[in-house]
């Protein structure tokens, strides 16, 4: 069982009923600044990965005889028959030696420690920032009697309906992003090349919640120019929501959002619907009236569409196998710019057909996503090693930018002023 195990610390009570003092003009909100204080508490959490319930406690302050303490409510509140694994933080009280002299007598506990300055990787981390969003921010107590009420009124309401947190990538993935964008950085041309971040779901393919917000945040820390936000598993009104939220917060930074509405098959773990059949019924194909209501909706800068693109499949038993050709129904494309009229993306870019793809962009598709035909070299370079791989991917690249896309010499016409 893994657990994501943190402290929220110095949880003021604080009482905001007296009136507050009249707002300077042109600042607007309605909570007062002058409260009082009325002392501090500190909130242990367990969130459990598996399904999402927590183990709450407070507790006045925040040492490790307090951590030890929670250590044992998570042996009293957890099947005895498992191992337990914690995935805490750096932080000193996690590794007295008192805790660590605990730990050994009772095996079952592994601890997993956070690398410093990416405290975010642990999950629990966005339930506390959900528990000051919906709860701590806006409340009024009295006393720290009724604070701790509260945290306990909340922890309830959240094992009532618990939501799994979980990243669409493994936490060695998300660390390899970050390398990839120190790399990024060291290397960077932009007379060429602008950062992005594609693909971050709001739900992955096993219908599971990802925490994207957390990670597009990240992203844009470290420095991404632009990021996806990907809701087409949503319903229309779920991914104006997550894609509006998105927006508001990279727009706050300067950064480009892509969102993306209908469905672009191929990543599925089955294997993918019949090619014909699907591009002869137009399923999953994206709706131009719910594109226009999105676009409005959202302030997105571009979006990504379904017209008869798919993605390479990339289950372990198709990741080989030679991409489906596919078309590009462009009356549809048209019909959906006309409502939109910001800039599209077609994901799937791999083997379409190159008539298809000018046509295209004629009509408004302004990004092409490609992966397939650089990822399979790239793979099959890897079996002899790293150097052939990297190789092999620079050659594709160059071949589907020059053969493919026919970009060579086209610097001056896309980026003048370089
Ligand atoms: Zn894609």
Same mark, same amino acid.
């Given at each position: 069982?893994?657990?994501?195990?943190?402290?929220?610390?110095?949880?003021?009570?604080?009482?905001?009923?007296?009136?507050?003092?009249?707002?300077?003009?042109?600042?607007?909100?309605?909570?007062?600044?002058?409260?009082?204080?009325?002392?501090?508490?500190?909130?242990?959490?367990?969130?459990?990965?598996?399904?999402?319930?927590?183990?709450?406690?407070?507790?006045?302050?925040?040492?490790?005889?307090?951590?030890?303490?929670?250590?044992?409510?998570?042996?009293?509140?957890?099947?005895?028959?498992?191992?337990?694994?914690?995935?805490?933080?750096?932080?000193?009280?996690?590794?007295?030696?008192?805790?660590?002299?605990?730990?050994?007598?009772?095996?079952?506990?592994?601890?997993?420690?956070?690398?410093?300055?990416?405290?975010?990787?642990?999950?629990?981390?966005?339930?506390?920032?959900?528990?000051?969003?919906?709860?701590?921010?806006?409340?009024?107590?009295?006393?720290?009697?009724?604070?701790?009420?509260?945290?306990?009124?909340?922890?309830?309401?959240?094992?009532?309906?618990?939501?799994?947190?979980?990243?669409?990538?493994?936490?060695?993935?998300?660390?390899?992003?970050?390398?990839?964008?120190?790399?990024?950085?060291?290397?960077?041309?932009?007379?060429?090349?602008?950062?992005?971040?594609?693909?971050?779901?709001?739900?992955?393919?096993?219908?599971?919640?990802?925490?994207?917000?957390?990670?597009?945040?990240?992203?844009?820390?470290?420095?991404?120019?632009?990021?996806?936000?990907?809701?087409?598993?949503?319903?229309?009104? $779920?991914?104006?929501? =997550?894609? *509006?939220?998105? @927006?508001?917060? +990279?727009?706050?930074?300067?950064?480009?959002? #892509?969102?993306? &509405?209908?469905?672009?098959?191929?990543?599925?773990?089955?294997?993918?619907?019949?090619?014909?059949?699907?591009?002869?019924?137009?399923?999953?194909?994206?709706?131009?009236?719910?594109?226009?209501?999105?676009?409005?909706?959202?302030?997105?800068?571009?979006?990504?569409?379904?017209?008869?693109?798919?993605?390479?499949?990339?289950?372990?038993?198709?990741?080989?196998?030679?991409?489906?050709?596919?078309?590009?129904?462009?009356?549809?494309?048209?019909?959906?710019?006309?409502?939109?009229?910001?800039?599209?993306?077609?994901?799937?870019?791999?083997?379409?057909?190159?008539?298809?793809?000018?046509?295209?962009?004629?009509?408004?598709?302004?990004?092409?996503?490609?992966?397939?035909?650089?990822?399979?070299?790239?793979?099959?370079?890897?079996? $002899?090693?790293?150097? =052939?791989? *990297?190789?092999? @991917?620079?050659? +594709?690249?160059?071949?589907?930018?020059?053969? #493919?896309?026919? &970009?060579?010499?086209?610097?001056?016409?896309?980026?003048?002023?370089?």
């Amino acid at each position: 069982m893994v657990l994501c195990v943190d402290e929220k610390s110095q949880i003021q009570a604080l009482d905001r009923t007296q009136p507050g003092l009249p707002l300077k003009p042109g600042r607007c909100g309605t909570m007062t600044h002058d409260y009082k204080r009325h002392g501090t508490t500190t909130l242990f959490a367990a969130l459990s990965t598996l399904d999402g319930t927590l183990l709450g406690d407070c507790m006045p302050q925040h040492r490790h005889q307090e951590f030890i303490r929670f250590l044992k409510r998570i042996d009293q509140h957890t099947p005895s028959e498992l191992d337990l694994h914690l995935i805490v933080d750096n932080y000193a009280t996690h590794k007295h030696p008192r805790v660590e002299r605990w730990l050994r007598r009772h095996p079952r506990f592994h601890l997993h420690f956070t690398p410093t300055s990416c405290s975010w990787l642990n999950l629990v981390e966005r339930w506390f920032q959900n528990l000051t969003e919906q709860r701590l921010r806006r409340g009024s107590f009295h006393n720290v009697k009724e604070l701790i009420q509260a945290i306990g009124d909340y922890i309830s309401g959240h094992d009532q309906n618990p939501r799994i947190f979980v990243w669409s990538a493994s936490v060695e993935r998300i660390l390899t992003k970050v390398a990839k964008c120190k790399e990024y950085q060291r290397l960077k041309d932009e007379r060429f090349t602008r950062l992005h971040l594609d693909h971050v779901p709001v739900v992955d393919e096993d219908n599971l919640s990802v925490d994207y917000e957390g990670i597009i945040r990240e992203a844009i820390e470290l420095g991404y120019q632009s990021v996806m936000v990907d809701g087409s598993r949503l319903s229309l009104e $779920e991914n104006t929501r =997550a894609t *509006r939220k998105v @927006a508001e917060v +990279a727009h706050a930074a300067g950064v480009a959002v #892509e969102g993306e &509405l209908g469905a672009v098959f191929g990543h599925e773990a089955g294997p993918p619907p019949p090619y014909e059949e699907l591009f002869a019924s137009g399923k999953g194909f994206t709706a131009p009236g719910d594109a226009k209501r999105l676009v409005e909706e959202t302030h997105v800068d571009w979006l990504s569409v379904a017209i008869g693109n798919v993605h390479g499949a990339i289950s372990d038993a198709l990741r080989n196998a030679k991409k489906v050709e596919a078309r590009l129904d462009l009356k549809h494309l048209d019909c959906i710019y006309s409502n939109v009229n910001i800039p599209l993306v077609l994901h799937g870019g791999s083997g379409i057909k190159k008539e298809y793809i000018r046509e295209a962009v004629r009509r408004g598709i302004a990004k092409i996503n490609v992966a397939t035909s650089i990822r399979q070299p790239f793979e099959v370079g890897m079996k $002899e090693s790293p150097a =052939a791989a *990297r190789q092999a @991917a620079f050659d +594709a690249t160059v071949q589907v930018l020059r053969e #493919e896309l026919g &970009l060579q010499g086209t610097r001056r016409v896309i980026n003048p002023e370089a």
